[in-house]
């Protein structure tokens, strides 16, 4: 055995010393290298609309909201292969469809009911669907995944198929730190669908003061008619109180296709919600025709005519729609019909509809 000097083996521990830390610390930074940061997303909210509450349950990051949109436009996400959230939800009209009762789904049946658009969703914290029977954008999407008139996908199954993915399985690991669930996968969607903000239409630039932009005499006639007749339902910078109303549409309500024509009744069984369905949006309402829960009215005109005219009794009619010296209807002119287009039309958001941040990635 060869003797090493006292001052020797101290000089030996502490080159070992001083390699074990030199390793300890390449292995850190090599660590923090494969673990990427995520950037936490701030929702931008406009100085005429209300304060949005944080999701602190599906925080947003930069790259949960690109991995949601990723998703939102892959055609792997239904059980053919063949069809996306975007085939129903087309951003040139405001994230809907421009049918009343699509059939485009896997079973090729039509369904009962209009598709939504998709736009301020952040907002929305009363229910989604149009009779609320989901609570959040997250339970939202398992609806359409799993329906088999719509995406008709099997979620383990769709798990696998995108584990076979590369980009989804390190995009997945980054954002949520851990393999595809489907738990994960609504929760990316539901990030990415709540950045669909419509909030600069040309009402907005008026509002708010910008670019010297102003509305006409007709504009301004059909704001102030918008406010007088329909903003009982219609209200704040966001068009609607996100709240259920039976607005006239049927006097009576089947309880066929397991309650769907019933409206908010079928998730409340309250007496008092037949008939009742949520409040759309009046922003973009110019480019997301047909209107109603089934698609019924085909033009804006159709839908003034109803509410003029059209409204059917019951006993859950809003009252709100008896303008008609205490009857059913808001008495609405020819000339207030053009007045009320005309500012419907300030209400499309053309920068929101082509934004390129929300448009397919491939």
Not at 68 to 86: E, I, P, Q
Not at 325 to 349: C, M, Q, R, V, Y
Request: proline share 4%; glycine share 6%; aromatic share 10%.
């Amino acid at each position: 055995m060869t003797y090493i000097g006292n001052n020797a083996l101290v000089r030996l521990s502490a080159c070992i010393l001083f390699a074990c830390i030199f390793y300890a610390c390449k292995k850190d930074n090599s660590m923090e290298e494969i673990t990427p940061r995520l950037t936490n997303v701030k929702l931008p909210v406009a100085s005429n609309f209300p304060a949005v509450d944080d999701d602190f349950d599906n925080p947003l990051s930069a790259e949960g909201i690109e991995l949601g949109r990723r998703l939102f436009y892959d055609t792997k996400l239904s059980g053919n292969n063949r069809v996306s959230c975007a085939s129903c939800h087309r951003q040139n009209i405001a994230f809907t469809d421009a049918v009343a009762l699509t059939n485009i789904g896997v079973s090729a049946r039509k369904l009962d009911r209009h598709t939504p658009s998709l736009f301020n969703l952040a907002w929305s914290k009363t229910g989604l669907f149009w009779d609320g029977g989901s609570t959040n954008l997250e339970s939202q999407a398992f609806g359409p995944l799993t329906n088999p008139d719509e995406m008709n996908q099997n979620l383990t199954e769709l798990e696998a198929e995108l584990k076979q993915i590369p980009d989804y399985v390190k995009r997945f690991k980054v954002v949520f730190g851990e393999e595809i669930k489907s738990a994960n996968i609504v929760k990316s969607l539901a990030q990415f669908q709540r950045t669909l903000i419509s909030d600069n239409a040309k009402y907005d630039k008026y509002i708010r003061n910008e670019d010297g932009v102003i509305l006409n005499d007709l504009e301004l006639a059909g704001m102030k008619l918008v406010k007088e007749k329909c903003a009982s339902c219609h209200s704040g910078a966001l068009f609607t109180d996100n709240q259920y109303h039976n607005n006239g549409l049927d006097a009576s309500f089947s309880d066929d296709h397991e309650g769907i024509f019933q409206g908010r009744f079928r998730v409340t069984f309250n007496p008092n919600d037949l008939g009742k369905f949520k409040t759309p949006s009046l922003r973009n309402v110019m480019v997301t025709a047909p209107y109603m829960h089934d698609g019924r009215f085909n033009t804006i005109d159709d839908v003034l005519d109803h509410y003029n005219s059209g409204i059917q009794a019951s006993a859950t009619l809003d009252q709100s729609l008896k303008q008609n010296a205490g009857n059913p209807g808001i008495p609405i002119s020819s000339t207030e019909k053009l007045a009320i287009k005309s500012f419907l039309s300030a209400l499309t958001d053309h920068t929101f509809i082509n934004n390129k941040k929300f448009s397919n990635p491939n």
